[in-house]
T-cell receptor
Framework: GAVVSQHPSWVICKSGTSVKIECRSL??????MFWYRQFPKQSLMLMATSNEGSKATYEQGVEKDKFLINHASLTLSTLTVTSAHPEDSSFYIC???????????FGNGTRLTVT | AQSVTQLGSHVSVSEGALVLLRCNYS??????LFWYVQYPNQGLQLLLK??????LVKGINGFEAEFKKSETSFHLTKPSAHMSDAAEYFC?????????????FGTGTRLKVLA
């Protein structure tokens, strides 16, 4: 149980375009979803926390107008990278949780390459 | 503020040897602690967690960790390393504040298993 599906697994886009990444909890209702960014051989950097039906809470230094997060239902959250630039190239990982003492369940990540 | 420190970004052990990956945390309240493993180009997989109760927790793949409040530690161990254990390991702590919460990850430890 507790499967999180993330799509696409990889995407290549041109500079200036937007890319949407979907994250779905398949067999449970995720009250909270978290979006992380991971640079090569580095740890996960929390970008934002989203709760269903409310605005996402962004971490300091993360541009909310660039990384649009929508949590439309208890099973779906999306991250849209707007006007992508090469420096946005990274590995983006979504995760979902039911409560603070329950583990995070991760999607398999999306490798974004902006050319 | 809560934080997680993983000592040793790289650890090498021989196949069959003891694995010890260190994690220290700082928290003003009882923490929820987790260990995750990440294989290349994949999301993270939960190894084990500590929330309350028994301080020695057993996880998947033969791993275990002991919560030591006096030492603010949650080190991960495995008696005998296997080649398939080679991966990146992350320690994480939950931070809860005013009804919201988030997970903070350590910088990770890359485990290499030598034949």
């Amino acid at each position: 149980g507790a499967v999180v599906s993330q799509h696409p697994s990889w995407v290549i886009c041109k500079s200036g375009t937007s890319v949407k990444i979907e994250c779905r909890s398949l067999d449970f209702q995720a009250t909270t979803m978290f979006w992380y960014r991971q640079f090569p051989k580095q740890s996960l950097m929390l970008m934002a926390t989203s709760n269903e039906g409310s605005k996402a809470t962004y971490e300091q230094g993360v541009e909310k107008d660039k990384f649009l997060i929508n949590h439309a239902s208890l099973t779906l959250s999306t991250l849209t990278v707007t006007s992508a630039h090469p420096e946005d190239s990274s590995f983006y990982i979504c995760s979902a949780s039911i409560s603070p003492d329950s583990p995070l369940h991760f999607g398999n990540g999306t490798r974004l390459t902006v050319t | 503020a809560q934080s997680v420190t993983q000592l040793g970004s790289h650890v090498s052990v021989s196949e069959g040897a003891l694995v010890l990956l260190r994690c220290n945390y700082s928290s003003s309240v009882p923490p929820y602690l987790f260990w995750y493993v990440q294989y290349p180009n994949q999301g993270l997989q939960l190894l084990l967690k500590y929330t309350t109760g028994a301080t020695l927790v057993k996880g998947i793949n033969g791993f275990e960790a002991e919560f030591k409040k006096s030492e603010t530690s949650f080190h991960l161990t495995k008696p005998s390393a296997h080649m398939s254990d080679a991966a990146e390991y992350f320690c994480a702590v939950t931070i809860a504040n005013s009804g919201t919460y988030k997970y903070i990850f350590g910088t990770g430890t890359r485990l290499k298993v030598l034949a």
